[in-house]
C-alpha cells in the first residue's frame, strides 16, 4: 500500500481540495476539551497543539490567533517521497503565502490562512499543470 514517490507525478496528480471549514491552531496543557475533535493533535514539552474547527475552539474558550483553510492533496504520497512539500511550499511562498504541512498516511494537508486558501487552491492547480 505504498504511495507514489516520482515528483512529476506527484505534482501533475496532487488535486488540491479545499475543505469547506475554517481551522485554527491552539494549545492545551492537559487532555483534549469536551466537544473538541481535532483534526491534527501534535504533542510537544511545552503542550498538545490541535489544529480544530474554529466554531470547536471557541465553543470550548480555546486560544488562537491563527485562522486557516485546509487543502488536501488527493494524490497518496509515499512518506518517503523527495520534494513534493518543498515544491508546494515554493510555490505559494512565492506568492507570499506561509503554509503549515502535516502529512498524512495517505495524503499531505495544508492549512494556509483562510482568506486567501482558494488562492492557495489556483496556485496549486497551475503547478499541477505545469509538471504534467
Not at 505504498?2 to 501533475?12: I, K, N, P, Q, W
Not at 504541512?101 to 497551475?126: I, M, N
Given at each position: ?13 496532487m488535486r488540491p481540495e479545499l475543505d ?75 506568492a507570499g503565502l506561509s503554509c503549515n ?32
Open positions: 500500500m505504498s504511495g507514489e514517490r516520482e515528483l512529476r507525478t506527484l505534482l501533475s496528480g469547506p471549514g475554517r481551522y485554527v491552531f491552539t494549545t492545551v496543557d492537559g487532555g483534549i476539551p469536551a466537544g473538541v475533535t481535532p483534526v491534527v493533535t501534535v504533542r510537544e514539552p511545552e503542550g498538545v497543539t490541535l489544529v480544530v474547527p474554529l466554531e470547536e475552539a471557541d465553543a470550548a474558550g480555546l486560544a488562537y490567533d491563527y485562522v486557516a483553510g485546509w487543502i488536501t492533496l488527493r494524490i497518496h504520497s509515499a512518506l518517503d517521497a523527495v520534494g513534493l512539500t518543498a515544491a508546494v511550499a515554493r510555490e505559494l511562498a512565492d504541512v502535516v502529512a498524512g498516511f495517505h495524503h499531505d494537508h495544508l492549512f494556509v490562512p483562510y482568506e486567501r486558501a482558494a488562492a492557495a487552491v489556483t496556485l496549486l492547480d497551475g503547478l499541477a499543470r505545469r509538471s504534467v
